[in-house]
């Protein structure tokens, strides 16, 4: 049988008092939620190993100025903080340059087709064409509007989770991911005409 | 819902699934690397704090008593006329006076 799962507030005080074993514990109990918030909002171009431990480096270096408040979890504190790391790592990146239609794999010009309705069904066995291509699509939108449409359709979050995650208002983040959908389908719909995305 | 937010989500749904891999390994390791760097880096903040507690205070104190100092002198030679006493001249003529 698997041993319980260490409790977060003693290993916090443990780590406050520099127990090495404490920070063993507190990596793992954090690691899944930190690593699957840097899964599914890390740039293109940075390894989710590289934004895992900027995030963890963060929690530990905050740690002594976290203020614990009843009836909110830790967690939350550092999935917002993970969130925001994740943010400053996507306005840090530079965007690829654009690449012809042509050139795109065939799973990701059907997935095109599908969006700009080309095609009426959507391509079988593309899963990793469906992934290029969204994240093809999302480098068009600003960090901000990138970060709503990850959590909100990646992630599944609501708008009510999202604003928690990043402090926006829950009104912000609906406003923002209905542009920011117009927005994709647009830009959809340029790359179709041009023959460049 | 608008045809391409229909399609868009489809999209998202496979590019969910494909996500769906397990999670890297953690790392034994980084949490005491972290935990070492934090308390050296508070280490080195109190060390800073420190010094700057016992020179900081009297690297000022000595810096007042220079500029005070500095500033006497300069007023009394303010006070004292500058010209009117041609040392030079007078050494000069005292020199050559016996010659």
Redesign the interface.
Known sequence: MDAAPPDIWPCLEG?LA???A???????LL??LV??IV??NRPNRMS??DL??EV??KV??R??SYERRDGVPFEHWVARLAVRTCLDAIRAENRRPEVRLADLADGEQA?LD??T?RSET?PMG???D??E??ERLLEGLSPEDRLVIRLM??Q?HSAAEVSRLTGWSAVGVRVRAFRA?TR??RL?QEARQKGHL | MN???R??????R??????RKS??E???L???Q??R???G??RRGEAVEELWRWYGVRGLVASMTILMVCLALAWRAGREPALGRPAVENAVAETFSWL
């Not at chain 1, 404490?22 to 793992?28: E, P």
């Open positions: 780590v520099g127990d090495d404490a920070a063993c514990d507190l990596v793992c690691h899944p690593m699957k899964r599914a989710e190993e895992g431990q963890f480096a530990f270096d740690l002594p997935w599908y969006l309705q959507s593309a899963e990793n469906a992934v291509i969204m359709d990646l599944e959908r994709l389908r959809a | 045809p391409f937010d399609r868009w989500r489809e999209l998202a496979t590019a969910r699934a494909a996500q999670l890297p953690v790392d034994a980084l949490g005491p972290l935990l760097r934090g308390m880096s508070s």
